[in-house]
Nanobody, 123 residues
Framework: QVQLVESGGGLVQAGGSLRLSCAASGGTFSGYGMGWFRQVPGKERAFLGTISWNYGLTTYADSVKGRFTISRDNARNTMYLEMNSLKPEDTAVYYC????????????????WGQGTQVTVSS
């Protein structure tokens, strides 16, 4: 059973950058479509973007397009989320997720989730 572990969260000032990692353990995420989501207390998990297994095709939510970049290194079983020009409203717990049947913007369709990593952006 593949498990996902996020890392790289922390505290950053507005306008700064962070790179989150999502590493697969207990197996490979070969063939998995991967996604990034975030959640703030009292709200549903929000879609940020996806990356396909085969060609590394990406999609992004409008709220992060042009600021966030998703990439993956299949040889290392790791996915990344590069976040630039961070804003206080980007403060959330960030989650990565994997789906055997490709990518989706719907959190409910993902098969495996990481535990989340906190990102806090100060003004």
């Amino acid at each position: 059973q593949v498990q996902l572990v996020e890392s790289g969260g922390g505290l950053v000032q507005a306008g700064g950058s962070l790179r989150l990692s999502c590493a697969a353990s207990g197996g490979t995420f070969s063939g998995y479509g991967m996604g990034w989501f975030r959640q703030v207390p009292g709200k549903e998990r929000a879609f940020l973007g996806t990356i396909s297994w085969n060609y590394g095709l990406t999609t992004y939510a409008d709220s992060v397009k042009g600021r966030f970049t998703i990439s993956r290194d299949n040889a290392r079983n790791t996915m990344y989320l590069e976040m630039n020009s961070l804003k206080p409203e980007d403060t959330a717990v960030y989650y990565c997720a994997g789906r055997r049947k490709g990518v989706s913007s719907l959190a409910a369709l993902y098969d495996v989730w990481g535990q989340g990593t906190q990102v806090t952006v100060s003004s």
